[in-house]
Every structure is written in structure tokens, then in C-alpha cells.
């Protein structure tokens, strides 16, 4: 008898996540090891994993040019953020964006914009191929950071097989997420992504 191991999805059904809008994502190392520096004082300090994390971060709005990265925090084992998909009509005319957005100075990490998934820039972009080239470049940029023993080796995977998301719904919904994301540092003792 063989024994079939069924996850359970986490997206929302029939919803198209490649629509315009504010999503809000958390992507969890494996087993929750810290491995992207550690909080001192309600203070995130990032470790040359997390600095690396979050360059790939930055780089999400040149492989992908329909989105726009919004808040985002490094925690020792996982990520949070939100990101606009955005029309490309809405390209040309970007704008500062809703309150509390942090802007970012992009710094080049010498991402190949046609690695997988989808070189196409004027196709759909799903939630899904943003995350899976996101922990794609990550993980590889892990193993060469391991190989020149600028990081110690790890188990298997970097991050956990899923991730979450969450659609903002409206004003009031990104400004409580975005003060979350924000202030996630300062409650990171009872943060339930702290527990073994």
C-alpha cells in the first residue's frame, strides 16, 4: 500500500495571482534556522547572508518590471514584504506609493534577467514565479557563498517548500501589514516564528 502525502494549498482558490495589487509574502528558512544574522536590542543586524537576501530583494523589480517592492524586513530565519503588481501601463508613471514605503537603492548583484521562470517581461507574472526565482537566486548565491567558505554549509534547503501570502485588501489592510513589517523586529521574542 503505497501512502500519498497531500499538502495543503495556502492560496486562495479561483483567485488569479498574477492580478494587479499589494501582496503581502513571508518565506521561512528551512527548519527556522537562524541563518540571516540576529536581533539585539528590537534591532535586526543582518549577516552576509542577509545583506545577500536582501540584494535579491532589490533585484525583484528588475527581473519582474510589472512590480514594485514595498516594505520589507530581513528576520533571522524568514522575510517578510509586500509587493505591487502593477498594470504595465502603470509602469512609466510610478509613483512614491502608499505610506510608511521605504525606497530602496537598487545595487547591482549580477542576476541574469532570462533565468528562469519566464523571459518573457510582457507576460503575466504570477506570485508564484516571483517567489520560486527569488529562493532560486538566493539558494544558489547560499551554495557559492558556501563553496568559497564565506558561509558555513547547510541542510539540504535554504528556505521551506512554501510560503505565505496574504492579498491586500485595501488602504486600511496595507497600512496595518506595513506597520507590521515595520515593527516586526521590536516583537521578535513573541514572534511565533521564534519557536524551535
Known amino acids: ?89 502603470q509602469i512609466k508613471g510610478r509613483h512614491a506609493g502608499l505610506p510608511l514605503r521605504k525606497n530602496y537603492m537598487l545595487k547591482p548583484v549580477g542576476a541574469d534577467p532570462c533565468v528562469r521562470p519566464k523571459c518573457n517581461t510582457q507576460s503575466n507574472v504570477y506570485i508564484g514565479d516571483i517567489i520560486q526565482w527569488f529562493k532560486t537566486m538566493t539558494t544558489n548565491q547560499y551554495i557559492k557563498m558556501v563553496k568559497n567558505k564565506t558561509l558555513p554549509p547547510f541542510n539540504k534547503r535554504i528556505w521551506q517548500r512554501n510560503y505565505y501570502e496574504h492579498v491586500i485588501r485595501d488602504e486600511n489592510d496595507y497600512v496595518r501589514i506595513a506597520e507590521y513589517i515595520v515593527n516586526n523586529p521590536l516583537s521578535w521574542e513573541l514572534d511565533t516564528l521564534n519557536e524551535p
Open 1 to 89: 500500500m503505497s501512502i500519498y502525502y497531500h499538502r495543503r494549498s495556502l492560496r486562495l482558490k479561483h483567485y488569479d495571482y498574477s492580478r494587479e495589487g499589494y501582496y503581502f509574502i513571508t518565506i521561512v528558512a528551512q527548519n527556522r534556522e537562524q541563518l540571516f544574522g540576529e536581533i539585539v536590542d528590537g534591532v535586526m543586524g543582518l549577516n552576509v547572508a542577509g545583506e545577500m537576501v536582501e540584494e535579491w530583494y532589490i533585484k525583484l523589480e528588475e527581473k519582474f518590471p510589472n512590480i514594485k517592492n514595498h516594505e520589507m524586513v530581513i528576520m533571522p530565519n524568514h522575510i517578510h514584504f509586500i509587493i505591487e503588481i502593477q498594470s504595465y501601463d
